[in-house]
């Protein structure tokens, strides 16, 4: 008979590792080594948050089992006191974080204050992520963090708060004046992976910085469009970027010539999303990406006709997002597309262009999501284009019965088919 005693801690934390934290606390008190491996250090470190908020005062007279890696407070005015205990006794919890997540919205001027009065070591802080009110008492404050590698800012009075940081590789920011762009400029030399959210439609001087080591770049700009005043000096920001890998774009409206100049000057790129919020996206312009893995188009109408992508293994269209869903012109193209493997569809109106294709045997999974209404001849005639289908996901597509899925399974009796929960004989 097999006997839990004698497996090391290893095996252990692979068959732990399913159960979540409630049943963790469950489990430890069978035994110390149980206690052990189910809070050990790396789990605490990744998925563990110790959350100190509103009236809830540290018992400095209970022992500690353990110390926590990951910290959040949460500032308020009505709990400043107890909040103000908090902060002396955190060092019995957690005395070396290394993660730490302050949201602060007292209406006074305490960024500062908090910061001076963390009695615990924030020297080996490697992640920062900072909410709510920077303004301080007393000007500006500086923050030396030596070990900070990612930030996350969504916060407002950012001119209050400067920070020494000289590993961090990693910047989420919400940009909502040129203060959080003053923030910025300070680590362009350094950062690998960018993202920025502008809360408002001017872009300040973001395309006039030069960032050389980026890698990852992510670009949340729906609420305005690429005038034509920004295109020549948005065109000369991509092309600075000789490294880039990866970019998320989201924008309002761009010009297809604009489109057209930023691929041939990002030709390293492996993987891109775009979004667009108005307009029809001319697919035929990211054929100049001839390194291209990962492609995700958001748009009401993507048009394929003319796109060519030789190493494209992943295409997703469509977006839970566009009510009326996304209208695809040049469907057929699919067939050009030898490296296809998995194709990802979420509210797109393929039939009746979907008759136009031809079969394709290199596609092995399609995922389909967020139809209101799925029609099952067209699921049908989707399947059949694609004998080589192995695998077909269904998430969240209303209309569709077991019965109906059992067709699809008698159609390719290899493929498996998953989809979202049955209740009352339909998918919900």
């Known amino acids: 008979m097999a006997n839990f005693d004698l497996l090391p801690n290893e095996i252990l934390e692979n068959i732990f590792q399913y159960l979540n934290l409630k049943e963790r606390k469950r489990l430890s008190s069978v035994c110390c080594r149980w206690d052990e491996v189910l809070f050990s250090d790396q789990y605490l470190h990744r998925h563990v948050v110790f959350n100190i908020e509103g009236c809830r005062l540290l018992d400095v007279k209970k022992p500690v089992k353990r110390y926590y890696q990951a910290l959040s407070l949460k500032i308020e005015d009505q709990f400043y006191n107890e909040m103000l205990k908090n902060l002396r006794l955190l060092n019995t919890v957690s005395p070396n974080p290394t993660y730490l997540r302050l949201e ?34 007393k000007g500006s404050f500086c923050a030396f963090l030596n070990n900070l590698n990612v930030l996350m800012i969504n916060a407002y009075h950012i001119q209050y708060f400067r920070l020494s940081a000289p590993n961090l590789t990693e910047l989420f920011l919400y940009i909502r ?59 000369a920001f991509f092309k600075r970027l000789k490294q880039l890998k ?95 493997r998995i194709l990802d569809l979420h509210n797109v109106k393929f039939f009746p262009e979907v008759l136009k294709l031809t079969p394709v045997y290199n596609v092995r999974m399609i995922h389909i999501s967020h139809y209101k209404r799925l029609q099952e001849n067209h699921l049908q005639i989707l399947v059949k284009k694609f004998p080589a289908l192995c695998r077909l996901k269904i998430v969240k597509c209303s209309g569709f019965t077991r019965h109906e899925v059992e067709k699809l399974r008698r159609m390719n009796s290899r493929m498996c088919i998953s989809f979202d929960e049955v209740r009352f004989g339909r998918f919900m």
């Open 246 to 340: 990866k970019l998320h774009f989201s924008i309002k409206f761009i010009d297809s010539y604009v489109m057209q100049e930023i691929y041939s000057s990002i030709s390293n790129l492996t993987e891109l999303k775009l979004q667009v919020c108005e307009g029809t996206i001319e697919l035929s312009n990211v054929s100049k990406l001839i390194k291209l893995e990962k492609l995700a188009v958001s748009a009401e109408k993507v048009n394929l006709l003319s796109t060519k992508l030789p190493k494209l293994k992943q295409l997703r269209l469509g977006s839970a997002e566009i009510n009326n869903g996304t209208f695809v012109y040049g469907l057929e193209n699919l067939m050009l597309q030898d490296s296809l």
């Open 177 to 235: 004046s040129e203060d959080h762009l003053d923030l910025l400029s300070q680590f362009t030399d350094q950062l690998t992976k960018l993202s920025v959210v502008f809360d408002s439609k001017d872009g300040y001087y973001f395309f006039n910085l030069n960032f050389p080591k980026l890698t990852e770049l992510v670009i949340d700009r729906h609420m305005k469009g690429m005038i034509k005043s920004e295109q020549n000096i948005s065109i």
């Open 104 to 137: 602060n919205w007292s209406s006074d001027n305490r960024l500062g204050w908090i910061f001076e009065n963390i009695f615990c070591n924030l020297e080996h802080i490697e992640e920062l992520h900072l909410t709510g009110n920077c303004r301080t008492e």
